[in-house]
C-alpha cells in the first residue's frame, strides 16, 4: 500500500501549526505540566534548606582585600612605620621550610610558594593594601600586591652560595620592587600603584608559609629565612623592630603547625624570621568555610531528574498509547515532530528552570549569610550567567531525555540511560575521597561537565590547593561546559531523528 503524502507543500505556517500542536499537547498532559514546574520549586527547596541549615555564627570575619575579594592575609612581620618616600634592602641567604609527618614531627620539605623578603604595607590589619618584593620556595623572585597581582623575576632558589637581595621603593602610590645576585647590579622586577596606602605605612621584613599539599588534603608548614645587609633609607622611625604575628584569629589562616610560633631574632642588621599562613586571596582550600553559589543551586541536581523523566515521557508516552501514528500521519516529515518537540520542551523547561534559579539564589544567599556563612562574592555579570547555565542546563538535559525516548521508545531504559550519563558523574565527581584526575575526566568528557557553568570560584596559580570539581573548581570554562552536554544532546538528537525516520513508527 502506497503511504499517503499530501500535496500540500510545507512551509513555516505548517511548522508553526506543529509547534502549536505540541505545545498543545504539552499543557494539557498535567503530568508533565506538573513534572515542570516540580523541577522549579526543587531548586527553590534546596536553595532555602542550603541556605538555612548552614551556621557560622560567631566565627571569626573573612579578610577582605582592596578588590571586595576575601584573602589570606596571615604571616609574620618585622616592621617599623615609614612616613612619606623610602626605601627597604636587605639580602636572603637561606629559606628553609618543614612540613608536618605526624604530630610533633616536623621534617624537611619544599613549600613552593614559600615567602621571605620586604613588604610595604598600609597596616598590619588584615586586607590592607600592600606591596611585597620576596623569594619563594621553588618560583623564584616574584613581586606581589593587592593579593591577586603576581610578577615573576629572578629565577632560581635561595641559598648560601646564591643570595637574593631585595629593595623595595615607595614613591606616593608607587611601589617599585628591585632583585639583585651581588648587591650592586639590580635588575627592576615591576612598579605597582597601590591605593590607599596613606602618609603612614609600615613596612620591614615578612616571612610567610603557606598550606602543602598532601594527597586529598592539605597541611599547614612553616618557614624560617635568614636575612642579612638590613638597610633603610627615608622617613623610617628607626630604633628597633617590631614583630608581629599578623593575622592569627582570621578563618583564612592556614595556622602554625603544632608547638611552632611565628618570631624573630637577631639584630645589626642579621635577622632570623620565621612564619606561617599567607599573602595572597583566599581559595576554598585556605577557606573551606566558605560557600559558593553553585551550593546554593544544589537543588539543580534534584531537578535534572525531573525534566529527565519529563523529557522522556514526552515521546515515549505516544508509543506506549500508540499515538505516535497519529502525530506522524498528520505531519509525515518526521523529523520536523521531533524538532517541534525539542523546541516545546526545551523552552518549557528553560523558562522553568530560570524562574527557579531567579527566586532561588537571592532568597538562599541571605539565610546564608544571615547565618554567618561567607559566600565568595561573584559580579553581577557572573550571578546572571550562573542563572541562565542553570535554565540551559536543564533545558539540554530535556533534549537529551527526549532522544534517547525516542530512541528507546520506553520510559524506563532512556530515563536510566540518561540519569547513569548526566547524574552519576555529578555523584561520583560528589565524593571528596574520589582522585583528582578521575574528577577532572568525568567533568571533561561526560554530560556532568555542564556543571562547570555554575561555578563562580577562580583558581590561583600562586596559591596551591586542591583544584578539583568536588570543591567548586572545573577543568572547562562555564560555557564550555555546557557546550559538551549540548553536544551530547546535539548528536543524540540527530541519531533519533535518523531512527524515527527509518522505523515504522
Do not use: C
Amino acid at each position: 500500500m502506497t503511504p499517503y503524502r499530501s500535496g500540500r507543500r510545507d512551509g513555516r505556517d505548517g511548522f508553526l501549526q506543529l509547534l502549536h500542536a505540541e505545545w498543545t499537547k504539552f499543557t494539557t498532559v498535567r503530568g508533565w505540566v506538573t513534572g515542570t514546574v516540580a523541577a522549579a520549586l526543587m531548586v527553590v527547596l534546596f536553595a532555602l534548606l542550603t541556605g538555612g541549615s548552614s551556621s557560622q555564627t560567631g566565627t571569626p570575619s573573612v579578610p577582605i582585600g582592596p578588590g571586595g575579594e576575601p584573602v589570606t592575609d596571615s604571616f609574620y612581620f618585622v616592621h617599623q612605620p615609614l612616613t612619606g618616600n623610602g626605601s627597604i634592602t636587605v639580602s636572603v641567604s637561606a629559606l628553609r621550610s618543614s612540613i608536618p609527618a605526624g604530630p610533633a614531627d616536623l621534617r624537611p620539605g619544599i613549600v613552593p610558594w614559600a615567602k621571605a623578603g620586604l613588604v610595604i604595607k598600609q597596616s598590619t590589619r588584615q586586607g590592607s593594601p600592600y606591596a611585597a618584593i620576596m623569594v619563594t620556595g621553588s618560583h623564584g623572585v616574584r613581586m606581589q600586591d593587592t593579593y591577586v597581582n603576581d610578577t615573576p623575576g629572578l629565577p632560581g632558589p635561595v641559598s648560601a652560595a646564591s643570595v637574593r637581595w631585595l629593595r623595595l621603593v615607595r614613591s606616593g602610590e608607587a611601589v617599585t620592587g628591585y632583585a639583585s645576585v651581588d648587591g650592586a647590579h639590580w635588575t627592576k622586577v615591576g612598579t605597582v600603584h597601590v591605593s590607599g596606602l596613606g602618609p603612614t605605612t609600615q613596612g620591614g621584613l615578612f616571612v610567610a608559609s603557606p598550606s602543602s599539599v598532601r594527597g586529598m588534603g592539605t597541611t599547614g608548614s612553616v618557614s624560617t629565612a635568614v636575612f642579612e645587609n638590613l638597610r633603610v633609607q627615608g622617613r623610617w622611625a628607626g630604633g628597633s623592630w617590631t614583630g608581629d604575628q599578623v593575622g592569627s584569629e582570621s578563618r583564612s589562616f592556614a595556622g602554625h603547625p603544632q608547638n611552632t610560633s611565628g618570631s624573630f631574632t637577631g639584630s645589626d642588621g642579621r635577622f632570623t624570621v620565621t612564619g606561617a599562613g599567607d599573602i595572597a586571596p583566599a581559595v576554598r582550600g585556605t577557606l573551606p568555610a566558605g560557600g559558593a553559589l553553585g551550593e546554593i543551586l544544589i537543588g539543580t541536581f534534584a531537578a535534572l531528574i525531573a525534566v529527565i523523566v519529563v523529557g522522556t515521557l514526552f515521546i515515549t508516552t505516544e508509543y506506549r498509547k500508540n499515538l505516535i501514528h497519529v502525530t506522524l500521519a498528520a505531519s509525515p516529515r518526521r523529523s520536523r515532530v521531533l524538532v517541534a518537540k525539542a523546541i516545546v520542551l526545551g523552552v518549557t523547561t528553560f523558562v522553568a528552570g530560570l524562574a527557579g534559579a531567579v527566586v532561588a539564589v537571592p532568597l538562599g544567599l541571605r539565610l546564608a549569610r544571615a547565618n554567618g556563612v561567607y559566600v565568595f562574592p561573584v559580579t553581577s555579570s557572573t550571578g546572571l550567567r550562573v542563572e541562565l547555565g542553570t535554565a540551559a542546563l536543564l533545558a539540554t538535559a530535556s533534549i537529551l531525555a527526549l532522544s534517547a525516548g525516542t530512541v528507546f521508545r520506553r520510559s524506563a531504559g532512556a530515563v536510566t540511560t540518561v540519569i547513569v550519563a548526566v547524574v552519576l558523574p555529578y555523584v561520583l565527581v560528589a565524593n571528596p575521597f574520589m582522585p583528582a584526575s578521575v574528577s577532572n575526566w568525568l567533568t571533561r568528557v561526560t554530560p556532568a561537565a555542564a556543571f562547570a557553568v555554575q561555578q563562580t570560584l577562580v583558581p590561583y596559580h600562586q596559591v596551591t590547593s586542591i583544584y578539583t570539581p568536588y570543591n567548586g573548581y572545573y577543568p572547562l570554562a562555564p560555557w564550555a561546559g555546557l557546550a559538551v552536554l549540548a553536544g551530547y544532546a546535539l548528536v543524540s538528537l540527530v541519531a533519533a531523528a535518523v531512527m524515527l525516520r527509518r522505523s515504522d513508527a
